[in-house]
């Protein structure tokens, strides 16, 4: 099987922009141990599904060679600037996009100079990739696919990975519960929005760590409704479409708030 390895990370930038926040540095400790995690792993190439790459008209894909330059997160632009420097592993996003348009899922790769990488695929390369080491296959979240698609194009890269002869760092990349706090708050005092959504992420990573895929993949709609999950959680439905018929174990490592919404690093063992 060529996923060799998979996780679950926040997509918040808040993590990256001030790790030394206490609430926080539980979530930065646990995507350091991720770090190490995929790299023990030994994968040839990463592929990032974030749930803030938002496309609409067609299933986009980053096929530039090299992504180099500054962002600035459209909400927590005070924090600063998030530089990044990635590398794209084009043949192989290629025979995704190739794929996916022979069953009937509209493809299009992504070739411009300076085009907006999202925060969540930055602050995932940032703590997963150090250094760009590795070449990364990006997809868009489709605005209008649901869990089920999602599942379909994870499965995809899985199977061009197989032709390919590519090991694979599967990554989601997005958040759990989703209400965060409308007004200004000490971000020293950050805390998950109510006890409610606490209780639903708790139950949903209880169910990861059971490693019973087909009971995780039922769940997911009541959770994503109960929860306000970050765009229906389907960063979870990718990592279960890249895993195949299901996965050996997980584990948490590391859980809590970004500005009142859940956050979670999970590392997935095929």
């Known amino acids: 099987m060529p996923i060799v390895s998979a996780f679950l990370v926040p997509g918040s930038p808040l993590p990256m922009l001030k790790p030394d926040n206490p609430p926080w540095r539980e979530l930065v400790a646990a995507y350091g141990e991720a770090g190490e995690l995929l790299a023990a792993s030994e994968p040839d ?86 250094q760009g080491r590795l070449p990364l296959v990006i997809a868009a979240n489709n605005l209008y696919h649901d869990g089920a698609v999602t599942e379909r194009l994870a499965a995809t890269v899985r199977q061009q990975a197989d032709a390919l002869d590519r090991r694979v760092a599967l990554v989601g990349v997005g958040g759990l519960s989703g209400t965060i706090f409308r007004d200004d708050i000490d971000p020293g005092d950050d805390h998950l929005a109510s006890p409610a959504d606490d209780e639903e992420n708790r139950r949903m990573l209880e169910l990861m760590t059971a490693a019973d895929a087909a009971a995780l993949r039922a769940a997911l709609p009541a959770y994503a409704q109960a929860a306000k999950a970050d765009m229906g959680f389907k960063h979870m439905s990718w990592l279960l479409g890249g895993l195949g018929d299901g996965y050996e174990s997980a584990r948490v490592l590391g859980y809590g708030p970004t500005w009142g919404a859940g956050s979670a690093v999970v590392a997935f063992t095929p």
């Open 45 to 130: 190439v990463i592929a990032i599904y974030s749930t803030q790459w938002m496309a609409v008209l067609d299933e986009l894909w980053q096929t530039r060679p090299h992504l180099v330059g500054e962002h600035v997160d459209e909400n927590w632009h005070e924090y600063g600037v998030m530089p990044f420097d990635m590398h794209i592993d084009t043949e192989l996003t290629a025979a995704c996009i190739e794929r996916t348009n022979e069953f009937g899922i509209r493809s299009k790769g992504v070739d411009y100079d300076q085009f907006p990488v999202d925060s969540g695929t930055i602050t995932a390369s940032h703590f997963l990739n150090p």
